[in-house]
């Protein structure tokens, strides 16, 4: 083995141990490192998926707010033309009674 310039040992004799420690060391932080880089995808998977179900939901929503408005709509004018039908009823009715008062009081007269 070749000895460096200026030193008094050989390299790795003493070192070695502390490398092989710090080795482990960043072995174990690179797991944890890509684990926690892992589980931030994960989330922001998560995240986007959610966001993606919120404007679908939004979506949604907003179609049922205007269907609604449209059966509102529909039922109002289902309501007027009842309401006026109700009321041709009546004057016809009360057309049909006057004119039985006007026959009977001609039937009386004569």
Do not use: C, H, W
């Amino acid at each position: 083995m070749v000895m460096p310039a200026g030193a008094s040992l050989t390299p790795g004799f003493f070192t070695r141990p502390e490398t092989e420690k710090l080795r482990r060391e960043m072995a174990s932080v690179n797991a944890t490192l890509q684990q926690v880089q892992a589980d931030n995808t994960s989330l922001q998977r998560y995240a986007d998926s959610m966001q993606n179900d919120r404007s679908g939901m939004e979506q949604e929503f907003q179609g049922l707010q205007t269907r609604m408005k449209d059966l509102e709509e529909n039922y109002r004018k289902l309501a007027e033309d009842l309401l006026a039908e109700r009321i041709r009823r009546v004057r016809v009715e009360r057309e049909l009674i006057l004119a039985k008062i006007a026959q009977a009081e001609t039937e009386n007269d004569g």
